[in-house]
């Protein structure tokens, strides 16, 4: 049902055909007409869901305000459409996908894949869409083309650690697009080979974005990274050529930025279907993956400690890579500063234990409300929490396949009086394996929590229908979807360079 593909850096004189790199055995994956899994069908739908509700709830944010606008600077008859707009207002695919994506970003509330690399798969969703609605496709070349998206990007995060090299995942990203978008027009494998290799390029940076000040950008990369692959895309279908071995050359990806890695990329078979989209993870919390147990464990634990005012300290002990990216292992006092920005604390682990735990619940705006984090009472208790790395979670997390690992932590709480309460929780409670497995209900349910400020219950019930038929849908269909907020007033972002006209 699948092959492992062997890749490693090579020298100039004897760098491989094309017919035997990475991007090009990508280019046949998207390329191959194979059947579509019902459920995993299902899955896309629900996705699709999942990334409109948070597209809604961040309607107002500043950096989706500012990506909405830069985009209605490129408006196009028969372009796609901006969430929370009008179903006529339309703009170029590109910057749809920009302004869609960023707000589907914003929260930090879709889903997450880990492997040797970690990964948010619908990030390609909006992109994906846009295109989709701009080149009048219907809805099963939609939902194949986010198969193919997630087949590529998970199989990227389980062959190459981008991460341990400092590079960030978005990396990922960009050939997973560009191989959906190559799926959905049905393009030749030698264009979207072209097309992967421009987009993996074009899509590399650093994790800064994700240490120290972590800022708006966070939100807006993904959709960025959409944008490039796009113009990839179009570029390749103009006959126009890419860097190429963009992952084997000797100043390839995997020479230059990992240190020379072989790794083994694993692709399904040419006649099976594109599953992988079953094994991402999705977000009942608006914050990191590797805070939704902590935020669970914290929430079973608020009864149990009572008074707060009692603890002397409490120390996570988890996984590396929650330590290092979210906990102490990063180095960053801005995990513990009340006056660090969201994008900051939604990567805390300490701040969301303790937010958590004091409150009883987890809320997607109220639990970030920088009036309730200031208060001396609640800083104290948050810079009392710290995590360390423990090699007993790191084997749970590390060994284990994509759906078996491990990705909470063990609380440890010494109060005053001498009492020491330790609890554990391996994984979220909405992951496959947790104690309440997500399904169609929750996010419809997750849906209308998120949307009801913004959308009028008939439009929701709208949306929902033609969402959850997504594979069925006629182009037209699939050109009119989307959500018009009618309850509110839209921020409107400060001008920038792309309104400037000459006089």
């Not at 801005?334 to 920005?341: F, L, R, T, V």
């Not at 969201?342 to 958590?356: C, I, K, M, N, Y």
Request: glycine fraction near 8%; charge should be negative.
């Amino acid at each position: 049902m699948s092959v492992a593909l062997h890749i490693r850096p090579y020298p100039a004189e004897a760098r491989p055909a094309p017919e035997d790199q990475l991007a090009w055995k990508i280019a046949e994956l998207a390329a191959a007409d194979r059947p579509v899994d019902q459920a995993a069908a299902v899955m896309v739908a629900c996705r699709l869901v999942d990334n409109a509700a948070i597209a809604i709830a961040a309607l107002n944010r500043a950096p989706v305000a500012a990506a909405r606008a830069q985009a209605l600077c490129f408006r196009r008859n028969g372009g796609a459409r901006v969430i929370g707009l009008a179903p006529d207002v339309r703009v170029d695919c590109t910057w749809a996908a920009y302004a869609n994506s960023t707000a589907v970003r914003e929260l930090d509330f879709h889903d997450s894949f880990f492997a040797l690399d970690s990964s948010h798969p619908a990030d390609c969703i909006m992109t994906l869409l846009a295109v989709a609605q701009q080149a009048g496709l219907d809805g099963a070349a939609f939902v194949k083309g986010i198969l193919v998206a997630y087949e590529v990007q998970t199989a990227l995060v389980q062959g190459l650690p981008l991460q341990r090299h400092r590079i960030d995942h978005v990396a990922h990203l960009g050939p997973a697009v560009a191989a959906g978008i190559g799926a959905m027009l049905g393009l030749s494998v030698p264009v979207i080979y072209e097309a992967v290799n421009l987009a993996a390029h074009l899509s590399l940076g650093t994790r800064q974005i994700r240490k120290g000040r972590i800022s708006s950008w966070k939100a807006s990369a993904p959709g960025h990274i959409g944008k490039c692959a796009i113009e990839a895309v179009d570029r390749a279908m103009r006959g126009e050529t890419a860097p190429a071995p963009i992952y084997e050359g000797d100043y390839g990806i995997l020479s230059v930025l990992l240190g020379g890695y072989e790794a083994e990329v694993v692709l399904p078979d040419a006649d099976a279907p594109c599953l992988s989209i079953l094994q991402t993870l999705p977000k009942a919390h608006s914050a990191g993956y590797h805070g939704q147990a902590i935020i669970d464990l914290a929430l079973r634990l608020h009864q149990k400690v009572g008074d707060p005012a009692g603890i002397v300290s409490i120390t996570l002990h988890t996984k590396r890579m929650t330590h290092m990216v979210m906990g102490s292992g990063s180095g960053d006092p801005d995990k513990w500063d009340p006056k660090a920005s969201r994008e900051t604390l939604d990567h805390s682990a300490p701040f969301q234990f303790a937010r958590a735990l004091v409150d009883g619940w987890w809320h997607h705006d109220r639990s970030y409300d920088p009036g309730l984090i200031a208060e001396p009472a609640f800083v104290d208790l948050w810079r009392r929490v710290v995590t360390v790395e423990d090699e007993e979670w790191n084997r749970r997390f590390d060994a284990a396949a994509p759906l078996d690992k491990h990705h909470g932590a063990r609380a440890v709480i010494t109060f005053a009086d001498g009492r020491v309460l330790s609890e554990e929780l391996a994984v979220a409670d909405s992951h496959p394996r947790g104690a309440a497995p997500w399904g169609k209900a929750d996010y419809s349910r997750k849906f209308a929590d998120l949307t009801a400020l913004f959308v009028s219950p008939g439009e929701a019930a709208r949306f929902l229908d033609a969402a959850f038929r997504a594979n069925d849908l006629s182009a037209a269909d699939l050109s009119a979807l989307g959500l018009t907020a009618d309850l509110c007033a839209l921020v409107v972002a400060p001008r920038g360079l792309l309104d400037l006209t000459a006089k």
